[in-house]
């Protein structure tokens, strides 16, 4: 049963991804209308194309949102919720996508984030298709450590879009760099708007990422504990990273490489501290 959920949810996942990229194509072709000269025929195009893109925008985000209900069955199924807590690797995998799904799609019904759903969604299939591999884990049966655990999980999550929209800001970058803005460019927001977007998820990152650590330090009888310690300190390096980032936006501006640097160090050392830590312990101290 667990299998054939995964798999409905995995197709859900992957139909939303063909959608999505027919969506900014025809938001590629709606813009590239828009350029050219103001006819009766090139506004009813524009029109056309206002309306396809509409259409597959809600198909998209629909199947995304089937998708997600299924994912989050199966994780609290996965997990033992509400009894208990159970996390291995692969489980923590699915969580954190699930979590990153559910940030993307309320993303999207604020503001046109569309396009990181490219690379949310094939992840999202892939963890689903991998977790019912997943060992079974030590239950956690505290509800404040699973509270740091959850504060953690949205942060993390929250962090990973930071990373994709930081990635997607410099391609997008290195395309106006070399005046060749055409193909999929011109389904993306401007590029005031797509950093906009890339501080203002660093930003809400940073802020849950402090609070899950505040929470560890509270909760956690020792978070320097030997099978803790490396977790702890590449934590608090990568909540550092990214309070120097956030700090040098607000007093220097920071932006472009420099940026897009700063987010990606910081996010590979989280996961190496999260998920790298769980490889460590799981299959290497067994």
Request: a positive charge.
């Amino acid at each position: 049963m667990s299998l054939v959920l995964s798999l409905t949810a995995a197709a859900f996942y992957s139909t939303s991804s063909a959608l999505l990229w027919h969506t900014l194509k025809n938001r590629k072709a709606r813009a590239e209308a828009s350029v050219g000269v103001v006819t009766t025929e090139s506004l009813a195009s524009a029109q056309t194309a206002t309306n396809i893109f509409l259409d597959h925008r809600n198909l998209t985000l629909l199947c995304a949102t089937m998708a997600l209900i299924i994912h989050g069955w199966l994780v609290i199924h996965q997990t033992g919720l509400p009894n208990s807590l159970n996390l291995p690797l692969l489980t923590s995998v699915s969580a954190t996508t699930l979590t990153i799904v559910f940030i993307h799609i309320a993303l999207c019904l604020r503001q046109p984030a569309d396009y990181l759903g490219l690379a949310v969604y094939p992840l999202a299939a892939i963890s689903l298709l991998i977790h019912n591999a997943s060992a079974v884990g030590t239950p956690i049966v505290s509800r404040a450590i699973e509270v740091h655990i959850f504060l953690s999980l949205v942060s993390y999550a929250m962090l990973t879009l930071a990373a994709s929209q930081a990635i997607l800001t410099s391609v997008q970058r290195n395309f106006l760099a070399k005046h060749k803005p055409g193909g999929f460019m011109r389904a993306l927001p401007p590029l005031d708007t797509s950093e906009r977007l890339l501080f203002t998820l660093l930003t809400y990152g940073f802020v849950l990422l402090s609070t899950a650590l505040l929470s560890g330090f509270i909760y956690l009888d020792n978070m320097f504990d030997q099978r803790l310690v490396h977790k702890t300190i590449l934590s608090c390096v990568g909540w550092g990273i990214f309070g120097v980032l956030l700090y040098g936006r607000w007093r220097f501006g920071w932006r472009g490489r420099k940026a897009v640097h700063w987010t990606l160090a910081g996010f590979g050392v989280l996961i190496l501290a999260y998920f790298g830590s769980k490889v460590v312990i799981e299959f290497m101290l067994g």
